[in-house]
């Protein structure tokens, strides 16, 4: 059976702090793995990584996928309370399915 | 384009009714899928479609069916509704297949009482 962990659960911060996000996973036919960021809505995508060692960048978020390891982070720098949300990881596989992980939840306070 | 659009946006049915949760894309999107969402948990696939004709279960298929008679339209259907179905429905797209990113709907929040 597939498996996503994400860690921590649940994180807060203030305004200008560095966070980083970790995601672990076990899954067969693995073909990338996708960020979304959900604000009580519909989630959104961040990035995709398909690659070991090859990071992708945003604005403040930045992120990494390692897949001897099997696990992901995402950073997000400077933070700002527009970044609290859900940080969702999702590995992909055959057909293009996403298996989610519980998620993250940032809040950033001013 | 309207992207994923989805209707309704919020239900609630009794238990033991029926009811059918419309998705759409204007996209030409090859992959479907439907997902719910529990409070505070991650979404789960319930069925997803590589194209008009072709429907596949997912990780939490019971008590649920899908068609896809058309690229546009995957509806989802609840048969016989229980309180363990309340939650948010999130129905998605992408193409090509590989490509990655999926694009979600805005969601229907689904009340079984």
């Known amino acids: 059976e597939d498996k996503v962990v994400q860690s921590p659960l649940s994180l807060v911060v203030h305004e200008g702090d560095t966070v980083t996000l970790n995601c672990s996973y076990e899954v067969t036919n693995f073909r990338s793995l996708l960020w979304y960021k959900q604000e009580k809505k519909a989630p959104t995508f961040l990035f995709m990584l398909t690659s070991s060692g090859i990071e992708k960048k945003s604005g403040r978020l930045s992120s990494i996928l390692d897949k001897k390891e099997l696990f992901s982070i995402l950073n997000i720098t400077a933070t700002q309370t527009g970044d609290s949300a859900v940080y969702l990881c999702?590995?992909?596989?055959?057909?293009?399915?996403?298996?989610f992980g519980e998620g993250t939840q940032l809040t950033v306070n001013p | 384009n309207a992207g994923v659009t989805q209707t309704p946006k919020f239900r609630i049915l009794k238990i033991g009714q029926s009811m059918t949760l419309q998705c759409t894309q204007d996209m030409n999107h090859n992959y479907m899928y439907w997902y719910r969402q529990d409070p505070g948990m991650g979404l789960k696939l319930i069925y997803y479609s590589v194209g008009a004709g072709i429907t596949d279960k997912g990780e939490v298929p019971n008590g649920y069916n899908v068609s896809r008679s058309t690229t546009e339209d995957f509806p989802l259907r609840l048969e016989l509704a229980a309180p363990s179905q309340t939650s948010v429905y999130f129905c998605?797209?992408?193409?090509?297949?590989?490509?990655?990113?999926?694009?979600f709907g805005p969601g229907t929040r689904l009340t079984v009482t």
């Open positions: 999702a590995p992909q596989t055959s057909g293009s399915r996403l298996t």
């Open positions: 998605a797209s992408s193409y090509p297949p590989g490509a990655g990113e999926q694009y």
